[in-house]
């Protein structure tokens, strides 16, 4: 899909043909800016293009102001975000001291007309102040306008987001890109489809920012993510793309720029040879490791799988491991594990929970990583399960959309905990909370029985 050209910043452009943007996102408080500050300088230093910062309320505008102008000094031209959530009045005020403003229109007011005039508001100040905007829309997390209308489905997404570049173009702004996320590879994939369609039909390609939100730490959350970017890059769907991960944001760079460089064909697939026994693929691989085996499957077999084009595979062949001996794929026992990781990423089969994990932000008010390490290790048993742990109740309780049950950090060493979209415990000491979990989980069981 041949999309416009907008400029971020003083250096980077996003579409129009241009190589694909690698993005991270901060996970310090925003407020602290010399934390924030050390994070962006690591971020640069990896081979970040873009790096975003949440601006959670009106009292971090000149924090997020300091941190760029203080960039820019050090001769850092990294072009920086404001992520906003729910409060228009904040993207106003921010909007002239960034790059762009990452915005989800239908959320600035539950009268939807009040939301699409504070929305046009928005717009005027980003071209008065050469700031891009990018309409990001979660599953989950919707307007109740469009929901009423098409369900918390991809088609929502597709549409809402339609409604808001009609009202960009009637402004006559095109710094706009457009994203439709999903922790499900599924939505994901089908809602891009369905909006890049559109926007082809409309005569506004628009740049698409893709990526997989919530998509956890780990191997899982590596394979899940190059599963559903991959599937649309493969199609020419997406100019920047963010792997999104509970775990120092650094680490979401290297995914990100194998990406880029597998679709610039920089780096090809460590497969050797493929063959297929009715709709199972057999796959001999000679991988220089296992990180780049892990990312070269999810590639190779993720969009086929997806699309139901495959049922199963197995990996054959062998890898190099850490201390640079060669490794057997199969009797190492790697071979079945990620044929299992990746059947699951696809939503074919699941042979452990499926768990949502935000990868935190300047929102989150407790340690995200170590209350994911440990929900999982606790309900590592309850498969097919669909578990959340989310890092505030801004959009946690939204955007957990799949979840059987959710674990939401409240802040203050407290936890919520939620059966599906409904809050059942409230205000949870973070020591117990895990313990509650499982007694709800249990009690919900034995009731059903």
Avoid at 62 to 79: N, Q
Wanted: aromatic share 6%.
């Amino acid at each position: 899909m041949q999309t416009l050209p907008v400029s971020i910043g003083r250096n980077l452009v996003i579409g129009g043909g241009h190589p694909l943007a690698v993005q991270t996102m901060c996970n310090t408080h925003t407020s602290d800016v010399e934390a924030t500050l050390a994070q962006c300088r690591r971020m640069a230093a990896a081979g970040a293009d873009v790096i975003r910062i949440t601006v959670p309320s009106q009292k971090e505008v000149p924090a997020i102001r300091d941190i760029r102008r203080t960039l820019l000094d050090e001769g850092i031209e990294v072009p920086i975000v404001a992520d906003i959530h729910f409060s228009s009045e904040t993207a106003l005020a921010v909007a002239p001291f960034v790059d762009k403003v990452r915005i989800n229109p239908g959320n600035f007011h539950p009268d939807h007309e009040k939301a699409r005039a504070q929305f046009a508001r928005l717009i005027e100040v980003c071209k008065e102040h050469g700031t891009a905007i990018r309409i990001g829309l979660n599953h989950g997390s919707l307007g109740r306008y469009i929901t009423d209308l098409y369900g918390n489905t991809p088609l929502a997404m597709a549409k809402a987001a339609m409604e808001w570049v009609g009202l960009c173009v009637e402004q006559d702004f095109r710094q706009v890109v457009i994203s439709l996320k999903s922790s499900n590879t599924l939505v994901m994939v089908e809602a891009y489809r369905l909006l890049a369609g559109m926007l082809e039909e409309a005569g506004t390609p628009f740049p698409l920012h893709v990526g997989v939100t919530e998509a956890g730490n780990g191997d899982s959350g590596r394979i899940k993510s190059c599963v559903g970017i991959w599937s649309l890059l493969s199609e020419g769907i997406g100019d920047t793309v963010r792997v999104s991960l509970t775990e120092d944001p650094v680490h979401e760079i290297p995914v990100g720029r194998y990406l880029a460089d597998r679709l610039a064909r920089k780096t090809a697939s460590s497969m050797t040879a493929v063959r297929l026994e009715g709709r199972k693929a057999i796959a001999t691989y000679r991988a220089p490791s296992r990180g780049k085996l892990l990312l070269d499957v999810a590639c190779d077999f993720g969009k086929r799988l997806l699309d139901r084009e495959l049922d199963d595979i197995s990996l054959e062949g062998c890898y190099l491991d850490d201390a640079g001996l060669e490794t057997d794929i199969a009797e190492s026992g790697l071979g079945a594990y990620l044929s299992d990781e990746l059947m699951q990423a696809c939503r074919r089969r699941f042979y452990k929970p499926e768990y949502i994990a935000c990868p935190g932000c300047g929102r989150t008010m407790y340690n995200l990583e170590s209350a994911f390490e440990r929900v999982k290790t606790a309900t590592s048993h309850l498969s097919g399960m669909v578990i959340a742990v989310m890092g505030c109740i801004v959009n946690g309780p939204g955007e957990m959309a799949d979840a059987d049950w959710g674990y939401v950090g409240e802040g203050g060493g407290k936890v919520s905990i939620y059966k599906g979209k409904d809050p059942v415990l409230r205000h949870v000491s973070e020591d117990q909370a895990v313990d509650r979990l499982l007694e709800l989980i249990a009690a919900d069981a034995t009731t059903r029985r």
